[in-house]
């Protein structure tokens, strides 16, 4: 029986508490598959990087990447894991037609990094911890592309394209234990822990982790118990979940879901479900299967990975500052509140002020021009800050020139303007554009008393008594020199011509 009807989320979890299980598939940026020596660069002809050993042809023998074992142990180290003396990769049997081989190489029972944690603060402050049961190595598949269906998946479709150029990637599977606790936070808490590792793969610089590129995705495993209760429910899989929002949007709809099907008396199926981002809501995939059915036994074909201790202690000390401690400290640093620097975080601005800082901007300035107007554009344009065509020195040359005097904010937002439209450096835009500020007292004194000359009445109020009115001449003077003025000079040369203080 299908329930596409949702219960309030209220009414969801006044009865009953949700358990989530998060599993994150992260691809690491190794110049090589995890097991051949092709190539994983993005963008190539499909089915052009690949080789025998990664179309599983006959004979072909694996080699195990050294850069993937040495990212998987800085990833569980990062996590607080412990890192396995011993482990070893097994053969995952499915039958899929973008799984060349038939198998997935991947670890079952012996992962290499195991029972860690991830500390994650919500956005009211509150630090949220997150057990995580293992973090492994395996390979990633190739991509189906199915053509003459109105919805893009198999159902539909009149055939369908396979590219095994993905097939082989290097992935790390991150598995969280079951996150309990949580309660109506739970969307929240499963949002907050996907940036924050996200945040972590960063830092640690093995992998990029754009999750609109499918570097890093989300199965968002849910369950509802009812209220008081131990036992967890029979949970459902949104698969390939892949933006923050979604993240959080999948949980809250499985909620919804799950409650109005155990409220009508209906049964919760074990299943995979995908995700539609165009309204929030998941669809049944395909009942979901338990390990035993993928006949797992060991990889006979790859020796068993031992990482001597000394090895591991090396890669422990050279892990860089974690995301959370280096905000804390850039916080301080910078005198922002907690609310201020969760939207630096959210805007993907934190390395971008840094950088802009390191080249010679104040910290002020820094955020004000990315979390201002750069914010501003990267929204319209639907990307984060970073993948704007402005580089942090060239936003601290537009701060130098403020805090020169050569340009005022209106004049600023002009440069950046031209910029981001490929005109050039900040300062041929100033050049090309003439955007100078009118720093030239002769003609700041001819266009102040010209602008007194023409409002008469005005100049009388202000000689009267009432300096506020002098805004007016301001405005009529940076008019007339096309906002290029500095608006402060302008008005305290109007006060002297009027013989006025502005105490």
Known sequence: ???????????????????????????????????????????????????????????????????????????GLALNCDIAEWCRFARKNYFYPDMPKNFQTSQYDEPIAFNGFLDV????????????????????????????????????????????NRAGIPLIEIVTKPIEGAGERAPEVAKAYVAELREVIKALDVSEARMDKGQMRCDVNLSLRPNGTEKFGTRSETKNVNS??????????????????????????????????????????????????????????????????????????GLPEMPRVRRNRLREEWGVNEHDMQSILNAGAVDSIVATIDA???STAARKWWMGE??????????VVDELPITPAQVARVAALVAAGDLNDKLARQVIEGVLAGEGTPDE????????????????????DEAIAGNAAI??????????????????????TRGQADAARVKELILERLGVSEG
């Open 459 to 480: 100049a009388d109020k202000i000689r009267g008594g009432k300096v506020a009115a002098v805004g007016a001449l301001v405005g009529a003077v940076m008019k007339t």
């Open 121 to 164: 603060q919500l956005e009211d402050g509150e630090i949220f911890r997150v057990e995580i049961e293992r973090a492994h190595m395996e390979e990633d598949t190739g991509k189906s592309l199915h053509v003459g269906g109105a919805t893009g998946r198999i159902h539909g479709a009149s055939h369908s394209l396979l590219d095994y």
């Open 374 to 383: 750069l914010a501003r554009n990267a929204n319209e344009q639907g990307v």
């Open 244 to 317: 923050l929002r979604s993240v959080e949007r999948a949980a809250r709809y499985e909620i919804q879901r799950h409650a109005a099907v155990l409220s009508s008396g209906g049964t919760i199926v074990q299943e995979t479900r995908h995700f539609h981002e165009e309204d929030g809501s998941t669809t049944a995939g395909r009942i979901k299967d338990n390990a035993e059915d993928y006949r797992y036994f060991p990889e006979p074909d790859l020796v068993p990975v031992a990482p001597a201790r000394a090895w591991v202690e090396e890669l422990r000390t």
């Open 429 to 448: 835009v100033v050049d090309k554009r003439g955007l100078k500020v009118v720093s030239d007292e002769g003609a700041l004194g001819a266009a102040v």
């Open 360 to 362: 010679g901007a104040d």
């Open 1 to 75: 029986m299908s329930f596409t009807e949702l219960l309030s989320y209220e009414d969801a979890l006044a009865s009953y508490d949700p358990v989530m299980g998060l599993e994150v598939h992260v691809e690491l940026g190794t110049r090589t598959k995890m097991f051949c020596g092709c190539s994983t660069e993005l963008g190539a002809q499909p089915n052009s990087q690949t080789c025998p050993v990664c179309l599983g042809l006959p004979g072909a023998l694996p080699v195990v990447n050294a850069i993937g074992i040495e990212s998987a142990i800085k990833i």
